[in-house]
């Protein structure tokens, strides 16, 4: 070869190398939602979409905190501010497996109360007519994009199965998705790297009942498909550890300064916790799904976990959805969890607050 080819080569080689082994390194992220604006699945989607060290390969929705209709218009909405509307948004089940559980929820809460954090998401809120008409009614203008046409679970089958043994899940909602796609396509299971759940509550009391945490107390019966299912890891953000990462106004009006002005600053103002900080400057809370992004994004954050088996009360009563550990003699069919306990809190904060999340290109 001439010997000015080959030099060519060689520059050509040196210039892709580095780009090409950081793309392969980059961890490949499917989120499964209840989304929220700008609150805890809301920041976990946006250090997820704006992280170097992560492809956001979608970003699949369902109620939850809010109706399936209500978190995809908060999504598309916030991928629109982030300039990211790349990133695929595909819209999945609007109602947990039980029959009739929001019809009935009432009598439920009649009979069986709630707990310290008595959220009642989308079973205490009317359903939107479509993701559009709540779009429009909450941000007076047009969507620029809109989710795909294809349902979230063939959405997670399919990504999965075009990226074996690559994807991570990221499960901060209900498991509802995640369950009718391993029960639709169990040859997807042993193709999912892993899963990192926010769910639960395994030494210590639920929220939205004494005994179970808002996720897996949404839809027990799916809860129980996925963390049953025989994955290679499943990685879980219990209460155990979210409620030692206290969210308070100092952490708020950090963020408040990275934003500046505009409608990401606005947004986040207009969030619950916002209003709540406005009021009362004591006020404190927590920021759940925002650990599991954060311990993708960097996993030593995590500095305590155990390896137990974990199975979800489904027996309607006053433990339904309430999440069980095994140190040993676990049920039959209980797969293994690394159940996180603590995190780096201090190392957390900084990395929430860390402006290469928060940039954004849209101003309207
Ligand atoms: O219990 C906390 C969980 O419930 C979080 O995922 C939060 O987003 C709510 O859905
Ligand atoms: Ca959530």
Redesign the pocket.
Known sequence: MHVQSLYTLLVLAVLLLPTNAYAAEREKVLLDT?M?EF???GVAMVMLANSPKVELLGITTLS??SWVEEGTAYTIRQLELLGRTDIPVSMGLAYPFRPQRHELFEVERMTQGMGH?A?L?SFGLKQPVSWQAFYRARYAKEPTFAPVKQHAVDFIIDTVRANPGQVSIAA??PCGNLAMAVRKAPDIIPLIKRVIY??GAFFQPG??TPAA???WW?DPEAAKIAVRTPFKEQIVFG?DV?EKVVFRKEHFDRLLRILGAGPMSAMLHGTFVGQMFAKDPAFTH?V??VLVAAAIIDPTLITREVRQRVDINDQTGLSYGQSLAYPKFAPKGCQEMRIVLDVDIERFWNMVADPTYWSGSDTK
């Open positions: 209840d929220v609150f805890d699945d939850g905190n954090d959220w998401g901060i909602g926010m769910g929220n939205v945490e808002f996720n949404f209460l979210c927590y759940w799904d």
